[in-house]
């Protein structure tokens, strides 16, 4: 299956260009020249397997592979950077440059910030200045590669930048980004200073598929992208004005069959016997991890030190094999993690150990791959528990080398990973009696439960492998591409079709800026166009339509003149019925009017491009037309003070899009729309709006109606339209929908 994908991959794209922070192989000079050695991380393995699925070997069939380069190799000629299955592009950066992008922004801010250590992440302006650079030394080197027909494929949180970047200056490039490292929460997020956190989720949003390991981060991007961007979401769908971006959870994972028949080998088996005779206990519990505070270690072996205190008579019975990979150790929060472990173990084994028995083997150190393989197939239970990891790719190696279905995995809730690995103990990594209580239930485990246990995680792992993470990914990217929707609604289109197909009294109920027409800065400039003014006579002449608009009763009966609509204007101030005169629905006195004028007047003066519209019945300031960076927050001033001016009757201030409007409260688009919903027995009724002055209508409508909000923005309305340039097909569509019904009853 894989290999007739990819086949089909390389019948549609020329190339596939992967742009990460490390190239896939570490460079060494040597007498010999220049050595290339493959590095084994969970992307290149992922990469290299789907090169031998595609046959890319060979001059022309190499992955093309952009990333950085220390610039001692900056002598080097392109043939240096090649080897069988990869075709390297180094990205050379200044030393100082480099510092500030990856140990600073990278580092220090955004790796605490993304794992939810806030407290550790350093705010720095130089940092973010490095960041910006960096990310346009990758662009320098990747448009510079880039051909029509590429598939160009980045990843990870140090090149967030990039995809608009490339999408800026190459708009039909098909761009794929996956994201490698937790998204947090928006409350998390939203620590980034303003102008940051709008620049890394732009930055993002230039690829076609921004992909994340679990639902859970791709739920908090979208939170963010609407919270900071107040961009629409449709579905797994943001919506931008020209295109949309697929944002979607795909869970990497592990070789299987390379951890499965590892495990098999003699070298590993003999490495195996080799750890049980020397440490010579019943059970052996094992953990790996790179040094980090993200880890979890220090409270693990908090977890492990209670268990022994609760269970004497474990004594002498099991080891701890903890390994812990070196990581950053000149930085000095690291080198504190590492004293605070290495204090621990000392503890530990002070308190608990004897002359023949080391309650935890500890060791600070890289291991071989054969020497992991035989300690996953060696010990009893793996104790992986991360106060906060994207994925834990260690869980999965471990579950995929266990070919006798044995073993126990220890896993913390807080992994990615828990959230596919649901047969393995799931603990909260805080509670260290959770974590005791866990070790106690995974040493006194019978054979046959652990069986039960594993086996259909390696199932699941031998069904959902890297290859298939790689292959779904990129099927993604080729779908967005290929088919972004001819209306971007949540609407289910077939059975709201076929229900106003069928109805015998539909009710249409429309608003007119930002819904029949597109919002402009000027609002005396807003126009019907004639496809949309004809498309509207036509559905009127099956249905009841109601344009409800908060435009004055002379802007819409000179619009509508020719097309017999229900007119409501001034938020329902005064209604108008086809062929009949204006009914006036607000009585109140203008006692109200003055004070309003007099501080809109305030803000006019005070806010360049702000300007003031007095209707019969309202009175409006605009500030669409106002460049100011925080007009946002004088909008929200103003609307404050207005909500206190005192009045003799109750008023309601409207906060639009860009504008600010005061009118009396006793009537709404909401009670106009309830009013004329009640005339007759409507067995279909529709209301699209964009604005929170529509919310009204969406409230007083029946549970069954179709209530459609365009746009961001929260609301109570059922469905969500991407835009407002989706209105007119959407109505071709039910117009279409009434003619074939016609057609069908002749």
């Excluded at 040597?30 to 084994?40: D, I, R």
């Excluded at 980090?292 to 268990?307: C, P, S, V």
């Amino acid at each position: 299956m894989y290999r007739y994908y990819m086949n089909s991959f390389q019948e549609k794209y020329k190339r596939l260009i992967i742009v990460a922070y490390r190239l896939p192989f570490t460079i060494r000079k040597t007498e010999e020249g220049v050595s290339l050695q493959q590095n084994s991380g969970g992307l290149v393995s992922a990469i290299l397997s789907m090169a031998e699925q595609m046959g890319q070997s060979g001059e022309g069939r190499k992955i093309n592979w952009v990333g950085h380069c220390d610039p001692a190799f900056q002598d080097l000629t392109g043939d240096a950077f090649e080897n069988e299955t990869f075709e390297a592009h180094p990205v050379f950066m200044d030393p100082e440059v480099h510092q500030g992008f990856y140990e600073g922004f990278c580092n220090d801010m955004l790796w605490p910030l993304l794992h939810y250590f806030p407290t550790y992440a350093s705010f720095r302006d130089s940092y973010f200045e490095h960041y910006e650079q960096a990310n346009t030394r990758f662009f320098e080197e990747l448009v510079g590669l880039v051909q029509p027909g590429d598939l160009v494929w980045i990843h990870d949180f140090q090149l967030m930048l990039l995809p608009a970047m490339l999408r800026k200056a190459v708009p039909d490039a098909t761009i794929g980004y996956f994201f490698h490292v937790p998204f947090p929460t928006n409350e998390i997020f939203k620590l980034l200073p303003r102008t940051w956190r709008q620049a890394l989720l732009e930055g993002l949003l230039g690829a076609d598929v921004v992909g994340f390991h679990t639902p859970d981060y791709s739920q908090h991007f979208i939170r963010s992208v609407w919270e900071v961007l107040s961009l629409p979401v449709i579905g797994s769908r943001v919506i931008l004005p020209e295109r949309s971006v697929v944002v979607r959870d795909f869970p990497i994972s592990v070789d299987f069959n390379k951890f499965d028949g590892s495990a098999r080998t003699p070298e590993v088996v003999e490495t195996k016997t080799q750890y049980r005779n020397l440490l010579r206990v019943d059970k052996i519990i094992f953990s790996v991890d790179r040094l980090d505070y993200a880890k979890g270690i220090k409270e693990r072996l908090q977890g492990y030190e209670r268990f022994l205190t609760q269970n004497p008579d474990w004594n002498d019975r099991v080891s701890f094999v903890m390994t812990v990979v070196p990581s950053r150790d000149q930085v000095p929060q690291y080198q504190e993690i590492k004293r605070e472990i290495e204090e621990t173990v000392g503890r530990i084994n002070g308190l608990f150990g004897t002359i023949g028995w080391r309650p935890i083997v500890y060791s600070y150190l890289s291991l071989k791959f054969q020497e992991m393989m035989a300690l996953y197939t060696t010990c009893d239970v793996a104790l992986i528990t991360p106060i906060r990891d994207g994925m834990n790719l260690v869980a999965k190696e471990f579950i995929a080398s266990r070919y006798d279905e044995k073993g126990v995995l220890i896993l913390s809730e807080l992994a990615g990973a828990a959230q596919e690995l649901k047969e393995a103990l799931i603990i909260n990594p805080t509670d260290t009696q959770e974590v005791a209580n866990a070790i106690y239930q995974a040493l006194h485990m019978s054979p046959e439960e652990q069986t039960v246990r594993m086996r259909p995680m390696r199932v699941h792992l031998q069904n959902h492998n890297v290859f298939r993470w790689a292959v779904d990914f990129l099927n993604a990217v080729d779908e967005a591409v290929s088919h972004q929707p001819d209306i971007e609604t949540s609407l289910p289109l077939p059975s709201f079709s076929a229900a106003f197909k069928s109805a015998e009294n539909p009710l249409l109920l429309l608003d007119f800026d930002g819904t029949l027409a597109p919002i402009v800065d000027d609002p005396a400039e807003a126009r019907l166009s004639e496809s949309m003014a004809t498309l509207i006579r036509q559905l009127t002449e099956t249905s009841d339509v109601a344009v409800i608009s908060g435009r004055d009763r002379r802007f819409l009966e000179q619009t509508f003149a020719t097309i017999p609509v229900h007119i409501v204007a001034e938020h329902g101030a005064f209604y108008k019925a086809p062929d009949a005169d204006w009914k006036r629905l607000d009585l109140s006195t203008e006692d109200w009017v003055a004070p309003v004028r007099a501080l809109l007047d305030q803000f006019i003066g005070r806010h360049r491009g702000t300007f003031m519209e007095e209707k019969e019945t309202a009175i409006a300031w605009h500030y669409r037309k106002s460049g100011e960076e925080d007009i946002e927050m004088r909008a929200m001033e103003l609307a404050m003070q207005l909500r206190n001016l005192p009045s003799l009757i109750p008023l309601t201030v409207i906060q639009g899009s860009k504008v600010v409007e005061v009118k009396p409260a006793l009537h709404s688009k909401g009670t106009v729309a309830r009013s004329l919903f009640e005339q007759k027995r409507y067995d279909f009724v529709v209301s699209i709006g964009d604005d929170t002055t529509d919310e009204d209508m969406f409230r007083q409508l029946p549970d069954w109606a179709y209530s459609v909000r365009i746009g961001a923005g929260e609301s109570e309305a059922r469905y969500r339209l991407a835009r407002q340039q989706e209105v007119l097909p959407l109505l071709e569509l039910m117009l279409e929908a009434r003619k074939e019904e016609a057609v069908k009853d002749q």
